[in-house]
């Protein structure tokens, strides 16, 4: 593989593993809070649809055109981006992903890694960047991301791991993890009592 050809495949497999936390669940569970600072599934995918086409795209010359990026422009509210409100569907994030994604695979086919850009939001010793800087932070923050999907569709319905066809996980049953999370709050409840 070529290092375009590496960075873009990392970047899909952080894509899909985001993307895949969505399945299976009703519109509420996409949508509700299950952290103190609101963190959701739809927000996420929201989230980081806008800010990679932001990076991967107006970055370097190519802005990304959709209405949902008034989420993250000047005059948005703090985490506007983080949320759907009730008249933006589901489809709408989706939709919003899939329009991201193609806009990011088009700037990498046109764009060279050493390409040079300017972050206006980062400070000045941080620019000017190259494609091939920008498309590692972005890889850094979508698997950031990744791991806060992880976490919250687990604690909906208990679904963990990469993908449906790579769990990254051990292949046991229920009453194994069962097990699992008693000896480790069992070690929790010793070592504070230490």
Known sequence: MTPEETLAAYLHRARDALIWKLEGLDDYDVRRPLTATGTNLLGLIKHTALVSADYLGDIFGRPFEHPMTAAIGEGAAPNDDMWAPADESRQDVVDLWDAAWMHIDATLAAVELDASGEVPWWPPERNPVTLHQVI???????????GHADIVRELIDGAAGASPAFGNLP???????????????????TAADR
């Open 136 to 146: 590692v932070h972005v890889l850094a923050e979508l698997h950031r991301h990744a």
């Open 171 to 189: 292949d046991v049953d229920p009453t194994w993890w069962s097990d699992y999370v008693e000896r480790v709050e069992a070690a929790a409840r």
